[in-house]
């Protein structure tokens, strides 16, 4: 329902700003205003977009956590995308998401109503809790993890010569 309120109320309020500025400055400054936020824009994603492939790579490269860098181009992205939309109002919402510290704010929001919403609907889909989440059980006894096999070479079998392939 509120998806279908910003498809609504966005251009609404883009065209009563393009009415208001308009009629202060002139046609032409805001044609050009307009142009102008489209064009800073577009130099200051290029910049911020690089910065976070950059920042991407580096975690990756050095087996960090990627999901903030992500998380980060990921709002770069939508940036990019209300930035080069024609507007007062969604220029300002680009700029603002081109400020880290508002990216930051956002992401840590939003990213706590994600985990409430997906371990919830997790739980109501199949009736557990999900595994490792705030209310599993004490008995479940499933554990996750990876192995490596350090035999020496020379216990190790060779393929094909064993009793049940061997031939007498």
Same mark, same amino acid.
């Given at each position: 329902?509120?998806?279908?309120?910003?498809?609504?109320?966005?251009?609404?309020?883009?065209?009563?700003?393009?009415?208001?500025? #308009?009629?202060?400055?002139?046609?032409?400054?805001?044609?050009? $205003?307009?142009?102008?936020?489209?064009?800073?824009?577009?130099?200051?994603?290029?910049?911020q977009g690089?910065?976070?492939?950059?920042?991407?790579?580096?975690?990756?490269?050095? #087996?960090?956590?990627?999901?903030?860098?992500? /998380?980060?181009?990921?709002?770069?992205?939508?940036?990019?995308?209300?930035?080069?939309?024609? *507007?007062?109002?969604? &220029?300002?919402?680009?700029?603002?998401l081109l400020?880290?510290?508002?990216?930051?704010?956002?992401?840590?929001?939003?990213?706590?109503?994600?985990?409430?919403?997906?371990?919830?609907?997790?739980? /109501?889909? $199949? #009736?557990?809790?999900?595994?490792? *989440?705030?209310?599993?059980?004490?008995?479940? @006894?499933?554990? &996750? #993890? &990876?192995?490596? &096999?350090?035999?020496?070479?020379?216990?190790?079998?060779?393929? *094909?010569?064993?009793?049940?392939?061997? @031939?007498?």
């Amino acid at each position: 329902m509120w998806i279908f309120l910003a498809l609504v109320a966005v251009p609404i309020i883009e065209i009563a700003l393009f009415i208001e500025i #308009g009629g202060w400055i002139g046609l032409w400054p805001t044609i050009a $205003t307009v142009i102008l936020t489209a064009l800073i824009g577009t130099l200051l994603l290029r910049q911020q977009g690089f910065a976070a492939l950059n920042d991407l790579q580096t975690r990756l490269s050095e #087996g960090r956590d990627p999901s903030s860098a992500l /998380a980060h181009g990921a709002m770069i992205l939508i940036a990019g995308i209300v930035l080069l939309t024609p *507007g007062f109002f969604t &220029d300002a919402i680009g700029f603002l998401l081109l400020i880290p510290p508002v990216r930051t704010a956002v992401i840590t929001t939003v990213g706590q109503r994600i985990k409430i919403h997906a371990a919830s609907h997790f739980q /109501a889909r $199949t #009736g557990h809790p999900p595994h490792g *989440g705030p209310h599993a059980s004490p008995g479940n @006894k499933t554990i &996750d #993890g &990876d192995y490596q &096999d350090v035999t020496p070479p020379e216990e190790q079998e060779v393929p *094909g010569n064993s009793a049940w392939t061997r @031939k007498p």
